[in-house]
């Protein structure tokens, strides 16, 4: 068995396309399509088909892909029994975060691992929605993302899943507004609101559809921003209304007051493929962003 033909077949069912893999991994998109057929070829067994001008999995691809991430992880475990031989963790640990969930994490995280030099962190913040966090554990050994409370869960199947929080997602209102007076809002009151959203398919315009079914009217979204700070501003400079993160917001632009009737909020979430952890040095980042994430949520 040709662990790098395994390694490109993980690939492919991660990234979704031949091209996306070849780019990755510095292939030619002729030379992935090749190894993919040897592939094939040593298991007797058709395990892509032709998908327009691309090529996707069959039902025999995705349950090797799944066998694959087994094999992969017990060499990345057998790695990590060497690393385990070192007295302190140590090498490079990539993590991808989402923009706010890197404004609310991040600075502690930094904080916490400058303790432990041996260990360098290369960070990034990366706008995502849910469906796009797959791809992402194919580059980074660690992905902080966020999902609604009632956006399915990630396939525990073939990734690791760690929650680190649930954030509250509150009505932001000027300071000035009427409804500012009042301990929470219910969603019959935001009906003739203009409100201020992020691009569909991100967990708050999520949100918003949950309380366009309860309402029965479709809240009029006048700007689509999805930097929270942006949002804020617009807010507090009277332009709309939004949902904003509680634990994110400054208080002293905008109120915020909880929605009543609907349960808003986001699961803050660290996804990673099966066997990342066993690294130490990755297992030490994990256990800070969780410390992070308790200190926040206290």
């Avoid at 913040?125 to 469906?131: K, S």
């Avoid at 649930?166 to 301990?183: I, S, T």
């Amino acid at each position: 068995m040709d662990v790098r033909r395994l390694r490109l077949l993980r690939e492919l069912a991660d990234r979704g396309t031949v091209t996306a893999v070849a780019k990755a991994l510095a292939y030619t998109p002729s030379a992935v399509s090749q190894q993919i057929r040897a592939l094939q070829a040593e298991f007797g067994v058709q395990l892509t088909e032709p998908a327009g001008r691309g090529l996707r999995l069959t039902d025999a691809g995705w349950a090797l892909a799944a066998r694959a991430d087994e094999v992969l992880a017990a060499l990345d475990r057998a790695e990590a029994e060497l690393d385990s031989y070192r007295s302190t963790p140590r090498g490079v640990v990539r993590v991808a975060i989402f923009p706010s969930g890197a404004f609310l994490l991040l600075p502690g995280l930094l904080r916490r691992m400058s303790a432990h030099p041996e260990v360098r962190l290369e960070c990034r913040d990366v706008d995502m929605t849910p469906g796009e966090v797959p791809g992402l554990t194919a580059d980074f050994d660690l992905v902080v993302t966020h999902r609604d409370d009632q956006a399915p869960p990630f396939d525990g199947e073939r990734m690791a899943i760690t929650p680190l929080l649930r954030e509250p997602l509150d009505v932001a209102l000027p300071l000035g507004h009427p409804l500012a007076a009042q301990e929470r809002v219910e969603p019959a009151e935001l009906v003739e609101e203009p409100w201020l959203s992020v691009d569909v398919g991100f967990p708050v315009d999520d949100v918003l559809r949950s309380l366009a079914v309860r309402t029965g009217v479709r809240p009029k979204v006048v700007q689509r921003i999805n930097d929270f700070k942006v949002t804020e501003a617009l807010v507090a400079d009277g332009h709309g209304v939004a949902l904003l993160p509680r634990y994110s917001a400054n208080l002293r632009t905008v109120a915020l007051r909880p929605l009543g009737g609907v349960r808003a909020g986001r699961n803050i979430e660290v996804v990673s493929r099966r066997g990342a952890t066993e690294r130490p040095a990755v297992q030490l980042v994990l256990d800070a962003l969780i410390a992070e994430a308790s200190r926040i949520a206290e």
